[in-house]
């Protein structure tokens, strides 16, 4: 089965500094790739997708992601956040064999303004 | 746009009570999947079902059981609540294998 490995589990960052959140995954072959938020309350929206081509995609909200293959990141950055960022950040990719998304455990963003 | 419909929102239950849940996924999507979420927990994936057959499963209870009717709605039936089961659960539609889904507004149950 597919993993997916999120290794800030909790970031605090003042309004406009840059952001980066780590996404590494197990699967070797091809795979698409996604970045889910989830805003206090609400439920999960797709924020940036990699299925295939360029690997730095660009998503809404001024976030973008660059897949990596050799390193089997997809890593999710932000130039310049703000305070309405503030929530949980899911990397997932389609499992193995199987119909369902495998979800990282999470990164919680907290901006102070 | 239409997006995943879920119902009820807020459901609050007893202990040994039943709950279901429905879910009425995005017109045209052929792939509909339950998630369960805990407090400060990453989506657990529970079901899923492809063209009204169920498709895989994932940690999902012996006491629950879910369908996809004709009309490609789906109901998530819970039976002997236990606390634990206090949860959001979030229902989830896809056109295809493999791309992205999309996520309803979940129902948050809670457990008494």
Redesign the interface.
Known sequence: AQSVSQHNHHVILSEAASLELGCNYSYGGTV?L?W?VQYPG?????LL?Y?SGDPLVKGIKGFEAEFIKSKFSFNLRKPSVQWSDTAEY?CAV??TG?????????TRLQVQP | AAGVIQSPRHLIKEKRETATLKCYPIPRHD?V?WYQQGPGQ??Q?LI?F?EKMQ??K?SIPDRFSAQQFSDYHSELNMSSLELGDSALY?C?SSGQ??????????TRLTVV
């Open positions: 698409n996604f889910y609400q439920h999960l929206q797709l997708k299925f899911f389609p499992d199987r119909r369902a998304l495998t979800f990282g455990s999470g | 792939t999947y990453d989506p994936f899923s492809y498709s895989d994932g979030f989830a294998a493999n791309t992205e889904a999309f996520f309803g507004q979940g």
